[in-house]
């Protein structure tokens, strides 16, 4: 079955305490994408990937770091967590398609909350 | 630069009834145009998209929408709301040639009353 795992899918953190948020993909996309919701401002794209060791910053990259030595895996990274960063985070895996457009597979979502 | 903005942010309806929601875009270049649905506590699944074909689109649950350049928007349509339809809906812009980078809209959390 076509997947994007996510892990934790909660996390209670504390400011300052470096975490990562795993995202790992079945498909065998080249692109990969990190995007955080927040209420009244819909998804905001945070990194973004075009295949390994190729990572390129959304419209929110302040505070985040990701990496992408491996095709399947794209995890994001918080080296100092702070209170703002408290949000719902999305992966997304996205099929490219030569005629147009594309389809983002997202992942169940990951609930972070920095105290 | 993309953007799009959705027109209210709570729609209710009633069950059988028409389901409208509006999305307006600005783009540089002709748009890519998308429509997301959130059930609770899951991920975004894609409804239908707009690549410069057929000015209207049908997607997935008897969903669609129409591409109008005249007046920037995007809006989506179900003839009859079901219970099940009670979700939040996306409408998301790209460029054709970085489709990778969605820019979403707020968000319209859509209630069906029975």
């Known amino acids: 079955e076509a997947q994007v795992t996510q892990n934790p899918r909660y996390l209670i953190t504390v400011t300052g305490k470096k975490l990562t948020v795993t995202c790992s993909q079945n498909m065998n996309h080249e692109y990969m994408s990190w995007y955080r919701q927040d209420p009244g401002l819909g998804l905001r794209q945070i990194y973004y990937?075009?295949?390994?060791?190729?990572?390129d910053k959304g419209d929110v990259p302040e505070g985040y770091k990701v990496s992408r030595k491996e095709k399947r895996n794209f995890p994001l990274i918080l080296e100092s967590p702070s209170p703002n960063q408290t949000s719902l985070y999305f992966c997304?895996?996205?099929?490219?398609?030569?005629?147009?457009?594309?389809?983002?597979?997202f992942g169940p979502g990951t609930r972070l909350t920095v105290l | 630069a993309q953007s799009v903005t959705q027109l209210g942010s709570h729609v209710s309806v009633s069950e059988g009834a028409l389901v409208l929601l509006r999305c307006n875009y600005s783009s540089s270049v002709p748009p890519y145009l998308f429509w997301y649905v959130q059930y609770p506590n899951q991920g975004l699944q894609l409804l239908l998209k707009?690549?410069?074909?057929?000015?209207l689109v049908k997607g997935i649950n008897g969903f669609e929408a129409e591409f109008k350049k005249s007046e920037t928007s995007f809006h989506l349509t179900k003839p009859s709301a079901h219970m099940s339809d009670a979700a939040e809906y996306f409408c998301a812009v790209s460029a054709p040639s970085t489709d990778y980078k969605l820019s979403f809209g707020a968000g319209t959390t859509v209630t069906v009353r029975a």
């Open positions: 707009y690549t410069s074909a057929a000015t």
């Open positions: 997304a895996s996205i099929l490219r398609l030569v005629a147009g457009g594309n389809e983002q597979f």
């Open positions: 990937s075009m295949n390994v060791e190729v990572t």
